[in-house]
């Protein structure tokens, strides 16, 4: 359905976006999903994360006659949206699993009253017979789908209940639709649009490209200190996301952090519900705080201030991977996304496919999605360029990944990668023997060990051919062999044999043009780097730095009197800018981007005085 705007309604729409939420102006493609949405029109969004997509729902559903009903997949995103909603005067409110009989009660009552600007729930109540007979006694403004992509069964975060949300368009025709999702391929995008019944939405593809995070991507030596060198180096204090691959990992990494006296908590699965709220609350509400966690730490996390997030694990797919890095940096302040990578993750995410128990074209989908995040590892161009080809969008280098401020440098690797072919030749013809990695090496580098001598391998002609290489060069080689489909890890014990690739390279058909490995395991920035944590408040003076550091202190002391996240009183960017203005009364405060009218009425007052007792 195509609508168009009334002049009136872009006015309306800009006053509100001044008013309540403090920006003077829209950003990208917001301005257009606003006011074909608010003119009655369907849309699917697709935006990064950081990239506004809740005021592409929440400015219409304050301009339509109504309520708006918001479907998001998690409770602590309902709350955290619900709060920071209220602190900008908007009547919004939840309803899930965490209210009592009472309360749900209430949070209806005032639903069929119309108080309501905005309600939440999650799809599993919004689809039962009780919630859609309830909401047709509402006047509903709009219904918002977010997380739109947990749709797609091909998908990295399906969720079985967004299949059901195709009922909205048969019980509600007249009200629009609008569904948003901050990382979709083609492929899933096409799936979400046709299961959500959106065929005749218009669509808002904005750019994919975030570039106040710098990508890098090292090679494993040693990832926790590697980590801790990364904390202490260029994140001291920070707020940051650690992604591991398993809960004993997750254990294990913030027992160490906190050893070496970060401030980390631990988030996974197994934990009691209580304990991850607990915990996602403290993060959340808290500056400073590290969590180290599986994936299940995952959407909802709208804190605008994570400075880093690391992966010490690879993730499955580059979708998993861009939805986790946008968790950094969504104020769009300098943030980097840091990955350590190494052979057994490619060997563990191989082996952990071929076993799971999905049908073949399930495990054929998560071998073309590993396949890409290697090819995103193993780049030696701009990985920026890289994750937008991946979305079907084009960039130019970015000059601020690892890969473009440091590029690395290449070689022909197709010798040494026929010589370890040949050597698994050799082994199982003469041998009828199968090794893993470690045996390998130590057969071309000619290293006698008690599994040599016992098997005779010095007798084999591959014996000490490859001693031109580094044990750790060697390492890199199989990795990139392995990510290549040149050599496949086979059984219980990842013993290694010739890939689908192979046959290539063995009759020279094949030239392989591999990244050297030298230097790419140090944590440190990359020379020239500008988007370490200091570079966030680079342009403060010491004098703005230390107004600043007290209106961060201030708003700390209002976030936990209110029991809310200290980003809903003021996002960094704000208190930033406020450093940098040094009001000196409360009109001074006027224009600041993130303080509408209620946040100025509210704190407009205690603002100043931080800033006079700071100054003076």
Sequence with gaps: MTTSASPKLETQALRILESVFGYESFRGKQAEIVEHVAAGGDAVVLMPTGGGKSLCYQIPALLRLGTGVVISPLIALMENQVDALAAVGVNAAYLNSSLSFEEADEIERRLLAGELDMVYMAPERLVQPRTLHLLSRVQVSLFAIDEAHCVSQ?????????????????????????????????????????????????????????????????????????????????????????????RKSVEQTAAFLSKQGIDAEAYHAGLTESERSQRQARFLREDGVVMVATIAFGMGIDKPDVRFVAHLDLPKSIEGYYQETGRAGRDGLPATAWLAYGLQDVVQLRRMIDQSEGTAEHQRSQRQHLDAMLALCETMTCRRVQILSYFGQTGEPCGNCDNCLNPPQGWDATVPAQKILSAIIRLDRERRQHFGSGQLIDILRGKPNPRSTESNHEALSVWGIGQDLSPQQWKGL????????????????????????ADGVLRGRTTLELRKESGRSRASAP????????????????????????????????????????????????????????????????????????????YGSAVVDVVTRTLS
């Design 154 to 246: 091909w998908g990295h975060d399906f969720r079985k209940d967004y299949l059901g949300l195709s009922v909205l368009a048969e019980r509600f025709p007249d009200v629009p639709r609008i569904a948003l999702t901050a990382t979709a391929t083609q492929a899933t995008h096409e799936e979400l649009t046709q299961r959500l019944s959106l065929q005749d939405a218009q669509h808002f593809v904005a750019s994919f490209d975030r570039p106040n995070i710098q990508y890098r991507i090292v090679e494993k030596d040693q990832p926790r200190q590697q980590l801790l060198s990364l904390i202490r180096n260029e994140h001291p204090g920070d707020a940051g996301i650690v992604y591991c691959l398993s």
């Design 478 to 501: 199989v990795r990139q062999l392995l990510a290549r489909d040149v050599l496949a890890a086979v059984g219980d014990y990842a013993t290694l044999a010739l890939g689908p690739e």
């Design 527 to 602: 020379r020239g780097s500008r988007t370490t944590a200091a570079a966030a408040r680079s342009e403060l003076t010491p004098e703005e730095m230390e107004l600043f550091e007290a209106l961060r202190k201030w708003r700390t002391a209002q976030a936990k009197e209110q029991e809310v996240p200290a980003y809903v009183v003021f996002a960094d960017a704000t208190l930033i800018a406020i450093a940098q203005r040094r009001p000196e009364t409360t009109s001074d405060l006027h224009g600041v981007s993130g303080i509408g009218a209620k946040k100025l009425d509210r």
